[in-house]
């Protein structure tokens, strides 16, 4: 299973993007999912994550300014940013804890899958 992230782009600062993250098949379940980010010459770090039972965690830099959400109906995990800085420049990615099923009922955990980034630039 992998996950497939879109929705980054070229943006002015203080304009907005949406992200979105979902599997590239059927799922069973997400246990967790998070949004991360990375910017030249820095390490990954976490932006926010959010659970099963829908609770969430933020980086202190992106409170206030970042939503991540939710459908479960689709398993895709959204983050809605606003107010962007321009050191909010960065590779986004997704990486879920996820759970599959066989066809022969089988459930199956991945709890580190990873997409493929998607880039977001916040310049004038």
């Known amino acids: 299973v992998q996950l497939q992230a879109s929705g980054g782009g070229l943006v002015r600062p203080g304009g907005s993007l949406r992200l979105s993250c979902g599997p590239s098949?059927?799922?069973?379940?997400?246990?967790?999912m998070g949004w991360y980010r990375q910017a030249p010459g820095s390490e990954r770090d976490l932006v926010a994550t959010?659970?099963?039972?829908?609770?969430?965690h933020y980086a202190d830099s992106v409170k206030g300014r970042f939503t991540i959400s939710k459908d479960d109906a689709n398993n895709t995990v959204y983050l809605q940013m606003n107010s962007l800085r321009p050191e909010d420049t960065a590779v986004y990615y997704c990486?879920?804890?996820?759970?599959?099923?066989?066809?022969?009922?089988?459930?199956?955990?991945?709890?580190?899958?990873w997409g493929q980034g998607t880039l977001v630039t916040v310049s004038s």
């Open positions: 959010i659970t099963d039972d829908g609770s969430t």
């Open positions: 990486k879920g804890d996820i759970v599959t099923m066989s066809d022969f009922g089988d459930r199956y955990r991945y709890p580190e899958v």
């Open positions: 098949e059927s799922i069973l379940a997400i246990n967790v």
